[in-house]
C-alpha cells in the first residue's frame, strides 16, 4: 500500500498547482514566442522571471531526497509535483527541477569531493548556471555502456579526455557552464563493467567545442537543446573524478534511477493533457452527424487513455516508494518497468489525441506533435526499452530457478 502524502506535500501540490496556473500556462505561447524571435538559443527573460519568482515564494530545488540542499521530500513525494510540472514544457525549469540539471547536482552531491561540490553545486542550486550529461557516442551503440570508447588517462595531477558524444542535452545553452563526462579510465579491465569513470567537465576547458545541435523530429528544443559535443585533449584536474576510478556504472545507477522516476511522472503529466485535449476536442468536433466524441471508437480510446494513465502512475509511484524504502538496487525491476511503460503510453495516448484533431493534430496548433517527439525520445533516453525489457525478463526469470 503506498503512503499517505504528508501535509507539507499535500500544501507544496496546490502552491505548485496555483503557481502554474497564475504563471507558466498563461505565459506559454508567450515564451515560445520569445524564444522564436533573435537568438533561439538565448534564455527567454519571461521565463527568468518566473523562475525568480517561484525562487522567492520557496518553491525551488524541490528534489534532492536525503539532503539538507533539497526539499527533503522522498522520491515518491516528489514524484506527485513531477507530474504537474511535466504537464508543459516549462514548467521543471521554473521551479529548477529539469533534467539534466537535477540529475547532475544529485551526481554531484553524492559522489563529488566536497571541494569540487563547493565549486558547482551553489550556482547550480541558485539557478545561475546549468549543466549537460555527456554520456552517448555517435560511433558505439550507446544502448550497451560498456561499448563507450571515450578515454580518461591520468596524466600526473590531471585527468586527460577524449572523445565525441552526441544527444547531449543542454550543451548549446549559453548558460550550461559543466559538463558530467562518461569514458574509460581502465579499458583493459577484465570486468568491463569497472572500465569507466565519471568526472566534472568545466564547459570552458581548452578542447571541449560543441559542433551542432540535434533536432528531433524538426524540433530543436532551444534554448536548451541536444548536441553533438568533441573532446579533445581536454584536460582537468584529478579532483575532478567522480567517486573513484572504474565506478562509473556504480554512479550512473545512483544517478539514473531518481532521474527515471522524474522522467515517467512528467511523462504521465502530458499524457494527461493529451487526453484533456482529446475529450475537448472530440466534444466540439462533429462528422456523421454526431460529435466525434459519441463515436464507439473515440470512447474508447478516451476510456484506455485513463485505465492507461492511472496503471502508470500507480507503478511509478510504487517504484520510487520501493526505492525510498528499500534503495535504488532492490527496485531496479519496478523502475526498468516504469521506464518502458511510461514512454509507450504517453506516446499512445498522444498519438490518439492527434487523430482525434484530424490534420491539425500534426501541425505545431495545439502542441501535440512536439510532445509525441519529446515522449518518443525517452523510449531511448536512459536506455532504449529492449534493454530495460531484457533486464525485467532475467529478474523475473531469477525468481524461478
Same mark, same amino acid.
Given at each position: ?14 502552491? /505548485? ?279 464507439? /471508437? ?104
Amino acid at each position: 500500500m503506498l503512503p499517505e502524502l504528508s501535509p507539507k506535500v499535500v500544501d507544496l501540490l496546490e502552491r /505548485v498547482s496555483k503557481f502554474m496556473d497564475q504563471n507558466i500556462y498563461p505565459n506559454e505561447e508567450k515564451i515560445a514566442a520569445e524564444i522564436a524571435e533573435g537568438d533561439r538559443w538565448q534564455p527567454s527573460q519571461i521565463l527568468e522571471g518566473i523562475k525568480a519568482k517561484a525562487k522567492s515564494e520557496g518553491l525551488w530545488n524541490l528534489f534532492l531526497p536525503e539532503s539538507e540542499r533539497g526539499a527533503g521530500l522522498t522520491n515518491y513525494e516528489y514524484g506527485h509535483l513531477c507530474e504537474l510540472m511535466g504537464r508543459t514544457q516549462f514548467g521543471p525549469e521554473a521551479f529548477n527541477c529539469s533534467a539534466p540539471d537535477t540529475g547532475n547536482m544529485e551526481t554531484l552531491e553524492r559522489y563529488a569531493s566536497e571541494e569540487v561540490r563547493d565549486v558547482w553545486m551553489s550556482p547550480l542550486l541558485e539557478g545561475k548556471i546549468r549543466s549537460a550529461f555527456a554520456m552517448t557516442e555517435p560511433a558505439v551503440a550507446s544502448s550497451d555502456a560498456t561499448n563507450i570508447e571515450s578515454s580518461i588517462v591520468r596524466d600526473g595531477d590531471e585527468y586527460v579526455i577524449n572523445g565525441r558524444k552526441w544527444w547531449t542535452s543542454g550543451a548549446n545553452d549559453p548558460r550550461c557552464k559543466v559538463f558530467i563526462f562518461m569514458g574509460k579510465s581502465d579499458p583493459k579491465n577484465p570486468d568491463k563493467h569497472k572500465q569507466q569513470s565519471m568526472i566534472v567537465v568545466p564547459a570552458d576547458s581548452k578542447g571541449v567545442k560543441v559542433l551542432r545541435h540535434l533536432p528531433v523530429f524538426g524540433f530543436d528544443d532551444a534554448p536548451h537543446g541536444h548536441g553533438e559535443v568533441l573532446f579533445e585533449n581536454v584536460r582537468v584536474p584529478a579532483k575532478n573524478i567522480l567517486l573513484g576510478e572504474g565506478r562509473g556504472f556504480e554512479i550512473a545507477q545512483g544517478r539514473l534511477g531518481p532521474g527515471r522516476i522524474h522522467h515517467c511522472m512528467r511523462l504521465i503529466g502530458v499524457a494527461e493533457v493529451a487526453l484533456e485535449k482529446m475529450c475537448k476536442r472530440t466534444k466540439e468536433r462533429v462528422a456523421f452527424g454526431k460529435p466525434v466524441a459519441e463515436q464507439s /471508437v473515440t470512447q474508447e480510446r478516451i476510456a484506455e487513455s485513463r485505465i492507461m494513465i492511472d496503471q502508470c502512475r500507480l507503478l511509478t509511484l510504487y517504484a520510487a516508494h520501493k526505492m525510498d524504502t528499500h534503495g535504488n538496487k532492490e527496485a531496479r525491476k519496478e523502475i526498468a518497468m516504469i521506464k518502458v511503460s511510461a514512454p509507450n503510453m504517453a506516446c499512445t495516448i498522444i498519438d490518439w489525441a492527434i487523430q482525434a484533431h484530424g490534420a491539425g493534430g500534426v501541425s505545431n496548433d495545439f502542441g501535440l506533435s512536439k510532445m509525441y517527439a519529446q515522449s518518443r525520445t525517452l523510449r531511448l533516453a536512459d536506455g532504449p526499452d529492449e534493454v530495460h525489457r531484457n533486464q525485467i525478463a532475467r529478474l523475473e526469470l531469477k525468481r524461478h530457478n
